[in-house]
């Protein structure tokens, strides 16, 4: 091989995290092929001792800098060194090609049911808070404008969901990577009669794949998992940019523990929410993770190709983010407190304007002709410099007859919480629902 093809062809540096799948599927296979008579018995016994010894080896020290080519010829190896020419027979009706597909969805497999943790744990955190503040109530923003009053905990739970979603889909994803490959060699299948049945139960797949051209390229599964974490990053990322947004001045709604806020270098009196833009930036990476892979994948003809050596330093770099973020996200959150003070006073009476427009429906006047009504009273306040809390009762009337000497009741932000009972909604009830429905998914 030229000196300069060495560097490139070399994966060893990335696919060693693999070794424990590698050297699990090779326990696999050595018995699969006892039982299908191509290995004695002792035959049989000798590598598995081997491999033993091949995975304490492994386990002792870092390998990464081995002059090997892949984690499968390090492992090949090491136990030719450990059981001698034996060692040679363990590849019989196997190829890189089944082995390391398979090896990759071990991988998955466990990593997805990991995520799945630490996501919990994150939902647990929000759940938490949200429990904490049921009865706090604070602006909601559309377009980044007041526009509704809410209930903290209907916002906090706003970001519960999303990840609930992503926690659902990693269940999904760990489902598709459990179909067993090995077996399929490197195109066509094997030419022993090994039972696969009998591999994918003592490897823990659900199923066996179907074709083994499919099996040693298919890679949808990965596609999965990366896009799951793309979007989780995104979810994680908005969830990051309200708590920079609610704990800037401007807002001052949450207060980030000092464990998790920065000072600056130069500034002494800043608190910069450093958990919540890392978490944002490292978005991107996932992000970009899912493209570099739907990148590799979209035009490979059939079987397998050495592109689809670029899938797991896609792979690895997703979970490894993701391992780092999650923990540091739900700290932030477990540590973050409203502040009920600066939360009142930006509450504005505006925010009640929908509530205007709804007693007049109350009254018989059709939601259109209401809407127009209540924008003209807003700007009326506006002109007059006052809130619009502040209007006489003539000026509500001048606007339409249908007002009454009860208007100024809307005002209550309790009152226009509490007037969307519907599930979902903002109600003490409805939260209290949602709470329980949260609670049922953890």
């Known amino acids: 091989m030229a000196g300069a093809m060495v560097p490139l062809n070399r994966s060893l540096d990335v696919d060693i995290r693999l070794w424990p799948q590698d050297v699990r599927g090779s326990r696999a296979w050595a018995q699969a092929l006892v039982k299908a008579g191509v290995l004695e018995d002792d035959e049989g016994v000798t590598l598995l001792e081997g491999l033993e010894r091949v995975a304490t080896r492994l386990s002792d020290r870092d390998h990464a800098e081995e002059p090997d080519e892949d984690i499968h010829s390090l492992v090949e190896r090491l136990l030719h060194e450990e059981v001698g020419d034996v060692a040679g027979k363990l590849h019989t009706g196997r190829s890189r090609n089944d082995q390391v597909a398979t090896d990759l969805r071990l991988w998955g497999i466990q990593m997805t049911e990991a995520l799945g943790v630490a996501l919990t744990e994150v939902e647990a955190a929000l759940l938490d808070w949200a429990r904490e503040s049921v009865d706090l109530i604070l602006p909601g923003y559309t377009h980044l404008q007041q ?5 903290a905990a209907h916002w906090v739970l706003s970001h519960f969901w999303p990840l609930e979603r992503d926690r659902t889909a990693l269940h999904t994803v760990k489902a598709q990577a459990s179909v067993l490959p090995l077996g399929s060699g490197a195109i066509a299948g094997c030419p022993f009669p090994i039972d696969r049945e009998f591999l994918r139960e003592e490897l823990g797949f659900l199923s066996i794949s179907e074709n083994s051209i499919d099996a040693v390229s298919d890679r949808d599964w990965a596609l999965g998992l990366a896009f799951v974490a793309a979007r989780l990053g995104i979810h994680l990322s908005r969830l990051a940019e309200d708590l920079v947004l609610f704990g800037s001045k401007e807002f001052g709604f949450v207060r980030l523990s000092d464990g998790f806020s920065t000072g600056s270098s130069l500034m002494p009196q800043k608190r910069n929410p450093d958990v919540a833009e890392l978490v944002r930036g ?8 899912l493209v570099a892979l739907l990148t590799v994948l979209k035009g490979l003809p ?3 190709n050495r592109d689809l050596q670029e899938d797991k330093a896609a792979l690895f770099d997703s979970v490894d983010t993701l391992t780092l973020v999650l923990p540091a996200i739900e700290g932030a959150v477990r540590g973050a407190e409203f502040q009920p003070d ?12 929908t509530d205007l427009a709804d007693y007049l429906v109350r009254a018989g006047v059709p939601f259109r002709r209401a809407h127009e009504v209540v924008a003209t009273v807003v700007r009326v306040a506006e002109d007059r410099g006052i809130p619009v809390d502040q209007l006489p009762l003539e000026a509500f ?9 009860d208007v100024l009741e809307v005002f209550d932000w309790e009152r226009s919480v509490e007037a969307r009972e519907a599930p979902g909604g903002t109600a003490r009830k409805a939260v209290l629902a949602q709470i329980t429905a949260a609670e049922g998914c953890l």
């Not at 526009?147 to 209930?151: C, D, E, I, K, N």
């Open 342 to 353: 600066r939360i009142e006073a930006a509450l504005d009476p505006q925010l009640l304007a």
């Open 302 to 304: 059939t079987g397998y």
């Open 147 to 151: 526009g509704q009053p809410v209930r």
């Open 282 to 289: 490292k978005s991107g990476r996932l992000t970009g993770n």
């Open 397 to 405: 009337q001048k606007a339409h007859t249908a007002f009454g000497s």
